[in-house]
Structure formats: C-alpha cells, structure tokens
C-alpha cells in the first residue's frame, strides 16, 4: 500500500471504503448539524476532492440533512461515514483506520461552537482502565468491534 492510500469503515465492520489518493483537506466543523449527525461536540472530516473513493464492503445509508447535503451512516451500527454535498463528499476521519495521519487544518461553523471544547486539552487525563467504576469489566472486555484493518470476511466464523 502506498502512503496515498487509506482505509476504514464502521464500528461493526458492514462498511468498509478505500480511497486511493492524497487526502489534503481535514477540518472539524461545529455547525449544529454536524454535532447531531455525529451525537458529538464536532465533527471532525476530510474531503475526497480528487481521491478516488470505493465502498468495499456494504454502502451506508443516507438521511438528507437539508436539501443539499446528505449523511451518510452505517445502517448496523450507526456509526457516522460520509457528508455528501453538491461541491463533493467528506468522510468522518475517526472512521479511518489510520485516524492520526488525517490532522484537521482548519475549523468550520463556529457560530455554533461549544465553547467548552476550547477548554477540553486542559482537563484532567486517565487512561481507560483507570475508571474505577469501569475497570472491573474492562478487564475481562471482548470487544467485537471490527479491527483497524480489512478482513476478508467479517464477523470470524
Ligand atoms: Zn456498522
Ligand atoms: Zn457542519
């Protein structure tokens, strides 16, 4: 694989893409659509431009946000993939595999920016297994989320 090639896909493992090209354009946008279709602060998205994009297992299904743009999402899971707009299509960076290659440049729709999340690299930090509550069973955890990587067939037998 050269560095020009990325993959990733859902939480479940349904979808999968891959995008052969390079991968210039990765942004958070806080506008109050992106933070209900990711359920999230922000979304954090790079655009494909002249990337070529394949969906290699599965296709996500699409909710029509507004009259130009649609989200695209794993029907399975929920996990949030795609913006299609009319000037091209972004794909959630936490989706990708290889998240830490795709730093966001630049930040959009701050209008409608949270502004605690400003703050949030100031919190205090723990690693997961430091959860008190948590950590009886995180230690005995199965995770069945799908690897950082593609199968040839997925769930294992
Ligand atoms: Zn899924
Ligand atoms: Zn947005």
Same mark, same amino acid.
């Given at each position: ?14 979808? $999968? ?14 506008? $109050?659509?992106?933070? !209900?279709?990711?359920?999230?602060? #922000?979304? =954090? ?6 990337? !070529? ?7 996500? !299904?699409?909710?029509?946000?507004? @009259?130009?743009?649609? $989200? ?10 795609? #913006? ?13 595999? @290889? =998240?830490? @290659?795709?730093? =966001? !440049?630049v930040q959009w729709g701050v209008e409608a920016k949270l502004a605690f999340t400003d703050t949030i690299p100031s919190l205090p930090q723990h690693d997961t297994l430091a959860d008190g509550n948590a950590g009886t069973f995180l230690k005995t955890l199965v ?15």
């Open positions: 694989m050269s560095d020009d090639t990325h993959t990733g896909g859902c939480q479940c493992g349904a979808i $999968r893409f891959r995008i052969e090209g390079a991968l210039t354009e990765a942004s958070v946008c806080h506008c $109050r659509m992106c933070q !209900k279709a990711f359920g999230a602060f #922000y979304a =954090p998205l790079v655009s494909v431009r002249d990337a !070529k994009l394949v969906w290699t297992r599965g296709e996500p !299904k699409k909710f029509q946000s507004s @009259n130009a743009v649609a $989200r695209g999402f794993c029907a399975d899971c929920g996990t949030p993939l795609t #913006y299609e707009a009319p000037d091209g299509i972004a794909l959630a960076i936490g989706a990708f595999d @290889n =998240p830490a @290659n795709l730093a =966001p !440049k995770s069945y989320q799908h690897p950082d990587h593609d199968t040839d067939a997925w769930p294992p037998k």
